[in-house]
């Protein structure tokens, strides 16, 4: 008998084809003249239910192709990346990228930038939470030593970049009340997901914006965030922003 390790290796291998299980696995099932059939129970299980995550986490990715095609892609995603982890919360992140490389879907080019948005509203609600920041945080701290400060964005906090108009693709397909007729020649998409409170809540911001919270998250400090905003967007309000997120939940702590 095969030690348990390969045997292990041999079943999980087996689910993930589409094949007829190897004859090492078969030679360690109990032959009743039904083996084949019962272990097609379990690969049937496998496929299913982890697509059903998938379209779970996905649901405008799935409007968008069809319920057939969705089908077929979910098949192939689980095959080529079964569940790492027992819990199925967060299970496809890969997927966007997956779809990317599908050349049948080269004609949408926006559905994997699509996917980022569905996948990152799922991170961003299972997130930790955290205590937005307020003004009494910001009370005793001078105002020629905020620049060397670095504000913490909300843990939840996820950034979509995109070069197409995927928030009113993504929009129009949660029924809000917006012109479905989208032409990809529109222009991009900028886009913060996060969950200030218990609700998420999908933003489409402008590239300034973007670009501070991207520094900010990435550690830096005010002043270095800003600085490198005013790069690539000259006219970046720096002052309307914090008017507008400084105590909204988009931040929930400032530090030294």
Known sequence: MKPLSELQQLFCDALRS???????????????GLRI???????????????????????????LVGDEAFRMLATAYVRTFPPMDRALL?????????????PELSGAPYLADVARIEYAWTAAYHAEDATRLDEVQMVNIPAETQGDLR???????????????????????????????ISLDE???HIVVIRPQ???EVREVGLGELRFLESLASNETIGSAYAHTLE??????LN?????????????????
């Open 90 to 102: 967060l299970y496809g992140e890969a997927f966007p990228d997956f779809l990317k490389g599908i």
């Open 198 to 200: 218990r609700e998420v």
């Open 240 to 256: 309307r922003f914090f008017a507008e997120h400084l105590f909204d939940g988009t931040f929930c702590a400032i530090e030294p």
């Open 18 to 32: 589409s094949d007829s299980p190897p004859q090492a696995l078969l030679d360690e099932i109990e032959d009743d």
């Open 232 to 237: 690539s967007v000259p006219d970046f309000d």
């Open 37 to 63: 059939e019962r272990f097609n129970v379990y690969r049937n299980n496998f496929i299913v239910l982890n697509g059903d995550a998938l379209a779970d986490m996905y649901p405008v990715i799935k409007q």
């Open 151 to 181: 504000l913490r964005p909300h843990p939840s906090i996820h950034f979509i970049n995109s070069s197409y108009p995927v928030y009113r693709i993504w929009a129009v397909n949660q029924g809000e009340p917006m012109d479905d007729v």
């Open 187 to 189: 222009g991009g998409s």
